[in-house]
């Protein structure tokens, strides 16, 4: 299931009356990643993670990619890196289906087991400034299983302009679907976009 798709300092989203965001709707940041920051690196390609379970399961992830953030936001904004492939049967991808944002994709998935589930993941992107890209995803229809399937990915510059920054914030609450499963569908998603930053292929599933 969907364990995956970062912060802008996320002050600027908290909650002040005389504070406009920056960011457009449907593009905001789902609350603050518990993970501090390195704004000193080292600038490991490594992902840090967290979480915390009450209403539902919380994940959060930082990790540093070595290329600058143009190349990682035009790696980013593709349906495959972003792509739940490890724990689905299939997938099939509708790109641009909401041109208000910068970029976006719907994916229909389908899994086979004993019984067929599906579920649609809609995917937007947005440059915020030149220091910041933001993608949010949500499950928009299908199966009752997955009650609530969400999250952000901030792409962010650092201190070197040859490293940029993934940060992830994911929610979910799915039958059958524990932190361990959001933690490795989060681990799969930084090392699919590690890899395409790159210029190399997708890693398999583990």
């Known amino acids: ?8 300092l996320f002050g600027l989203a908290g909650c002040q009356d005389n504070i406009t965001t920056p960011f457009p709707p ?15 690196g080292p600038y490991d390609e490594v992902l840090r993670t967290a979480s915390r379970s009450n209403d539902y399961i919380r994940v959060y992830g930082r990790g540093f990619v070595q290329v600058p953030l143009e190349t990682l936001w ?17 997938h099939s991808v509708m790109v641009g289906n909401e041109p208000q944002y910068d970029f976006s994709f719907l994916i229909h998935y389908i899994v086979d ?4 589930v599906e579920w649609d993941d809609q995917w937007r992107f947005g440059l915020i400034s030149e220091d910041l890209g933001m993608i949010r995803h949500q499950k928009v229809q299908g199966s009752d299983f997955i009650t609530l399937s969400e999250g952000t990915i901030q792409v962010l ?11 992830f914030v994911e929610h979910l609450d799915a039958v059958m679907a524990g932190t361990g499963d959001v933690i490795a569908g989060i681990q799969h998603n930084y090392d699919a976009l590690v890899a395409v930053a790159h210029g190399n292929p997708i890693p398999r599933c583990p």
């Open 74 to 90: 035009q790696a980013a904004q593709a349906p495959e890196p972003n792509a739940s492939e490890c724990k689905t049967s299939s």
């Open 157 to 167: 510059t650092t201190a070197d302009p040859g490293v940029s920054e993934l940060v």
């Open 113 to 116: 087991d004993i019984l067929t």
């Open 1 to 8: 299931m969907r364990a995956v798709v970062v912060v802008l």
């Open 26 to 40: 449907g593009l905001e940041p789902l609350e603050d990643n518990v993970l501090p920051g390195l704004p000193d």
